[in-house]
């Protein structure tokens, strides 16, 4: 019984030794640990941290049995063993570093709205204006809006560009002839950000099967992501767009001009009980049966 108060007290000891700040240094170790796990996490950076660890226990049990000559061997490696890494994880660190600047590219949103909402209501006007001239011609169209959900790995795809949305720069990137006219374009804040862009096809099979790959795949976006996408029929000139799985096809200008203002620039009573409805993911499930909507 001595033993086991002794042994309390001792706990209760160390315990109020115990600052705030270390509880905040252990915190953002242990954080900074799980995110560096869930990086390498089924990925061939996953095996060679595996590897990294076994070498740390050959390193330790050599020094412990006194191997002098593997010891040596292995504390030459460790020291050219840093710079390795650094070459080994690049792509690891680099999709790290692009995840945090996204979070950036979310503040700098917010602390410049009425910048971006200036931005933005051009590209959509030119948006509109290039769309209803293409579809008078029917030539095929696929531009991605990208709202909260960055869109990197698509932008990866295709050619990155910085460029201001024009219904010319538009009509160029989808001529028939133009090298990028089979991808899609992604506006980011009112700029187009790359163009020939791979987009994910839809998995539902409910679709109806008039509609070729390239509504399809502004589906499919629609569904991995909370993007407004435009579509533009190649064989009819129809106008349609993709939002949270569901299709809205046949629209006029003036319907698309409307539609994309109150998904893309709500009013502030519109974000408030915006804030209300389900997230676009659980949307998607509960769409998952449904076929496309019709206007």
């Known amino acids: 019984m001595d033993s086991i108060i002794s042994v309390l007290e001792n706990i209760w000891r160390y315990l109020t030794l115990i600052r705030i700040t270390d509880v905040l240094d252990i915190s953002i170790m242990s954080f900074a640990i799980y995110k560096l796990l869930s990086l390498v996490r ?10 990294i660890v076994i070498f740390i226990l050959a390193l330790w049990l050599s ?34 570093l692009e995840q945090l600047g996204s979070k950036n590219i979310r503040l700098l949103r917010f602390l410049t709205p009425e910048q971006r909402s200036t931005e933005l209501e051009k590209a959509i006007d030119q948006t509109v204006v290039a769309c209803t001239e293409m579809s008078q011609s029917r030539t ?38 133009a090298p990028m006219h089979d991808g899609a374009v992604i506006i980011r804040n009112g700029r187009i950000l790359g163009a020939g862009c791979m987009l994910p096809l839809s998995k539902n099979v409910n679709l109806s099967r008039d509609l070729g790959m390239r509504h399809r795949a502004g589906i499919g976006m629609s569904e991995n992501s909370d993007a407004v996408v435009v579509i533009v029929s190649e064989e009819t000139g129809s106008i349609s767009v993709a939002i949270g799985g569901m299709l809205k096809r046949h629209l006029m200008p003036e319907t698309l001009s409307k539609l994309l203002k109150n998904e893309l620039m709500p009013a502030p009573e519109q974000e408030t009980e915006a ?16 076929g496309d909507e019709d206007e």
């Not at 412990?64 to 840093?82: A, D, F, H, K, Q």
């Not at 991605?144 to 024009?166: H, I, K, P, Q, Y």
């Not at 389900?278 to 949307?283: A, E, K, N, V």
């Open 63 to 96: 020094s412990l049995l006194n191997l002098r000559g593997i010891n040596y061997i292995l504390s030459y490696v460790v020291e050219w063993g840093v710079l390795a890494l650094f070459v080994v994880f690049q792509p690891e660190l680099r999709r790290g």
């Open 42 to 51: 089924s990925t061939r950076a996953e095996n060679i941290l595996k590897g």
């Open 275 to 290: 804030r209300k409805d389900p997230p676009w993911f659980l949307r998607r499930i509960r769409q998952q049966k449904g």
């Open 140 to 177: 095929g169209v696929l531009i991605v809006f990208e709202r909260s959900l960055v869109l990197n790995d698509m932008l990866r795809s295709g050619t990155e560009l910085d460029a201001r949305v024009s219904s010319e720069l538009l009509k160029n990137i989808f001529f028939v002839k």
